[in-house]
């Protein structure tokens, strides 16, 4: 595997910068210790890593420009993150070796505010999803957050700019936010919406989102015009009760009569949360190993046999449903309960799992506490299911009609099949269309069993691409690759725009194919 490496300013110049750096931020606030840009260069994706040239920790929007300002003086590419806990999509790493690493959320971890009257908080970049429900919990706030069902140190900040997404009803992470502070690549600060006014305060900032003119936040998701340094996110009031609900059906096929049972339950918002339809593997695979990875040395998907015991060891479904109404309390909730698993039994293929035995059952936990609005480290697990720590996401989306989405989960089936991975794919359903979380787990350490999983995700895009179905958010190193599979236009219109706003283009240059 081989790494890519950016356009290096000389060596007096990339001196001259990490100089101008410790002046102007501290003599703490730079590293180049090689075990440092090793363990930041690191991620689990089927390329060699990517080490950075330095890494760089501002603890202020002002620290922000003025890092900026300097590598824009001496031609120096910048990397922001804000925890790089986006396992699967890149981690910590750069896009190409030697660009500096900007970790924000070192310093830059600061709840700025939760306004518990108007339901919304404010946060810099290193506010995770565990220290947020940690400070609601301590204030015995009114609100919850929406949390990830990965790492519980990831970003709000950062998932809401790579368009993540949650469980409750507050899911849609970038749109439930609100109000943006942002270090433009030209070096210039600005703030989005009613942040602009020229005002010693700002009343409406976080909560008037289409404010006067083009709304620019959107500009800042999955790009590379800026480093966002702060934003507001709104949070729902916490209902009285949050009652999960599980279901399941036992054969791959079924997944058709489910997205139709799933769509009128979204269009009517009458489970106000998102729905997960989650695959057996995708769920096992947090509370499993692949039984015939010593076997068969990771060449071969698990056999149907294998699998169907891991399913009846586990008491789950080859397809399981999962989401939670809220209500007043339990008792208050059965009518709603009773109507609910009165729609599933429209299909004599869904059985229904009561939650005595969900309690039971460890891989619904993780759903369990999402719903709840409490973080989880259950999914990273599933990196155990083969050795080498590998992995991978793939996700794309489909419309809700129950017979594109089996037809996807056929075909994609079958092209895990041909280069000897495991299909494991969670479909987060709303009411017109599911997010598809593919998740590719492989052995890094092996080459072969590496460029198979970098071919089977080129050939699973390839499937849903040529049908005109896109990705929502990209692995690094597919970035570029997912951009050319687009319109040149554009390509040409995110230039134009990098041109206007970064025109030396020293914020991460190929991020989402952008330069």
């Keep these: 595997m081989t790494s890519e490496t950016s356009t290096a300013p000389s060596a007096s110049a990339f001196e001259s910068f990490t100089q101008a750096i410790t002046d102007k931020l501290g003599s703490d606030s730079i590293t180049t210790n090689r075990d440092t840009l090793q363990r930041y260069g690191e991620h689990t994706l089927p390329s060699a890593d990517n080490c950075p040239a330095a890494v760089v920790y501002p603890r202020s929007t002002d620290h922000v420009q003025k890092l900026v300002q300097a590598a824009n003086q001496y031609r120096v590419e910048l990397f922001p993150i804000s925890t790089g806990q986006n396992i699967g999509l890149g981690t910590k790493s750069p896009m190409h070796t030697g660009q500096v690493v900007v970790d924000l959320?070192?310093?830059?971890?600061?709840?700025?505010?939760?306004?518990?009257?108007?339901?919304?908080?404010?946060?810099?970049p290193g506010v995770s999803f565990q220290a947020m429900y940690d400070e609601l919990q301590k204030c015995h706030s009114r609100l919850m957050m929406s949390p990830t069902a990965g790492p519980p140190q990831g970003s709000l900040l950062g998932n809401a700019l790579d368009k993540g997404g949650g469980?409750?009803?507050?899911?849609?992470?970038?749109?439930?936010?609100?109000?943006?502070?942002?270090?433009?690549?030209?070096?210039?600060?600005?703030?989005?919406?009613?942040?602009?006014?020229?005002?010693?305060?700002?009343?409406?900032?976080?909560?008037?989102?289409?404010?006067?003119?083009?709304?620019?936040?959107?500009?800042?998701?999955?790009?590379?015009?800026?480093?966002?340094?702060?934003i507001g996110i709104w949070?729902?009031?916490?209902?009285?009760?949050?009652?999960?609900?599980?279901?399941?059906a036992d054969d791959d096929d079924d997944l058709e009569e489910i997205i139709e049972l799933v769509r009128p339950l979204k269009q009517t918002n009458f489970v106000p949360t998102q729905?997960?339809?989650?695959?057996?593997?995708?769920?096992?695979?947090?509370?499993?190993?692949?039984?015939?990875?010593?076997?068969?040395?990771?060449?071969?998907?698990?056999?149907?046999?294998?699998?169907?015991?891991?399913?009846?060891?586990?008491?789950?479904?080859?397809?399981?449903?999962?989401?939670?109404?809220?209500?007043?309390?339990?008792?208050?909730?059965?009518?709603?309960?009773?109507?609910l698993r009165a729609h599933f039994r429209k299909s004599s293929k869904i059985r229904y799992i009561p939650p005595e035995e969900a309690q039971s059952i460890s891989p619904l936990n993780i759903a369990r506490k999402n719903y709840a609005g409490?973080?989880?480290?259950?999914?990273?697990?599933?990196?155990?299911?083969?050795?080498?720590?590998?992995?991978?996401?793939?996700?794309?989306?489909?419309?809700?009609?129950?017979?594109v989405a089996n037809s996807f989960q056929r075909s994609s089936r079958e092209i895990c099949k041909q280069y000897g991975l495991e299909y494991m794919a969670s479909n987060v359903c709303g009411p017109r269309f599911a997010r598809g979380v593919h998740t590719l787990i492989f052995n890094?350490?092996?080459?072969?069993?590496?460029?198979?999983?970098?071919?089977?995700?080129?050939?699973?895009?390839?499937?849903?691409?040529?049908?005109?179905?896109?990705?929502?958010?990209?692995?690094?190193?597919?970035q570029q690759f997912h951009q050319d599979q687009r319109m040149p236009a554009i390509a040409d219109a995110c230039s134009a725009i990098k041109q206007a706003l970064d025109p030396n283009g020293v914020i991460a240059p190929g991020k989402y194919g952008i330069r």
């Design 444 to 478: 890094r350490n092996n080459p072969d069993e590496a460029a198979r999983a970098d071919a089977c995700y080129r050939a699973l895009s390839d499937s849903f691409a040529k049908r005109g179905v896109f990705i929502g958010r990209a692995p690094t190193m597919y």
């Design 167 to 230: 469980g409750g009803a507050a899911a849609d992470h970038f749109g439930m936010s609100c109000g943006m502070e942002i270090v433009l690549g030209n070096g210039q600060i600005v703030r989005t919406g009613d942040g602009s006014l020229r005002a010693p305060e700002h009343l409406n900032w976080h909560v008037s989102k289409y404010s006067f003119g083009p709304a620019l936040d959107g500009l800042f998701t999955q790009s590379n015009y800026g480093i966002v340094t702060s």
């Design 275 to 339: 729905i997960r339809v989650t695959n057996d593997l995708y769920l096992i695979s947090s509370a499993d190993v692949n039984p015939e990875y010593s076997t068969t040395n990771g060449t071969q998907q698990i056999s149907d046999q294998a699998r169907r015991a891991l399913q009846q060891k586990h008491r789950l479904g080859s397809w399981n449903i999962s989401g939670a109404l809220f209500g007043a309390s339990q008792e208050a909730l059965e009518p709603q309960m009773n109507r």
């Design 374 to 403: 409490i973080p989880s480290d259950g999914e990273l697990r599933m990196l155990n299911w083969r050795p080498g720590g590998g992995t991978s996401w793939f996700l794309p989306g489909t419309p809700m009609i129950g017979e």
């Design 105 to 124: 959320g070192r310093h830059m971890n600061k709840i700025l505010e939760i306004n518990e009257t108007l339901g919304y908080c404010v946060v810099e």
């Design 235 to 248: 949070m729902m009031a916490r209902p009285p009760h949050i009652e999960p609900f599980f279901f399941a």
